[in-house]
């Protein structure tokens, strides 16, 4: 069984910055593309940020310039640094592996979600 362990959320003042990561775990042998969402209240999940294990980025134009995907292969981890925070980038964040190969075949999963607050 795959798992996604998130940390690193909490709150921050507006113009700050904050670095998530995100751990799997399980038996696995390679992972496709991991990436973020995240759910603000009364809102549908959006696509924040993602990362192909060949370092092929994508963001949401909302993040463009002020956050920053990266993942350690090594590790099966990806990290999310977010920098010039705002306060509509309040919300639940989720950390998101697809194509996750396991001896069961390929698998997708999705972390437990971590809260980011930005607020003064």
């Known amino acids: 069984q795959v798992q996604l362990v998130e940390s690193g959320g909490g709150l921050v003042q507006p113009g700050g910055s904050l670095r998530l990561s995100c751990a799997a775990s399980?038996?696995?042998?390679?992972?496709?593309?991991m990436g973020w969402a995240r759910q603000a209240p009364g809102k549908q999940r959006e696509l924040v940020a993602s990362i192909t294990s060949g370092g092929n980025t994508n963001y949401a134009d909302s993040v463009k310039g002020r956050f920053t995907i990266s993942r350690d292969n090594a590790k099966n981890t990806v990290y999310l640094q977010m920098n010039s925070l705002k306060p509509e980038d309040t919300a639940v964040y989720y950390c998101?592996?697809?194509?996750?190969?396991?001896?069961?075949?390929?698998?997708?999963?999705w972390g437990q979600g971590s809260l980011v607050t930005v607020s003064s």
């Open positions: 998101n592996a697809e194509g996750v190969k396991t001896p069961s075949g390929y698998v997708a999963v």
């Open positions: 399980g038996s696995i042998f390679s992972i496709n593309a």
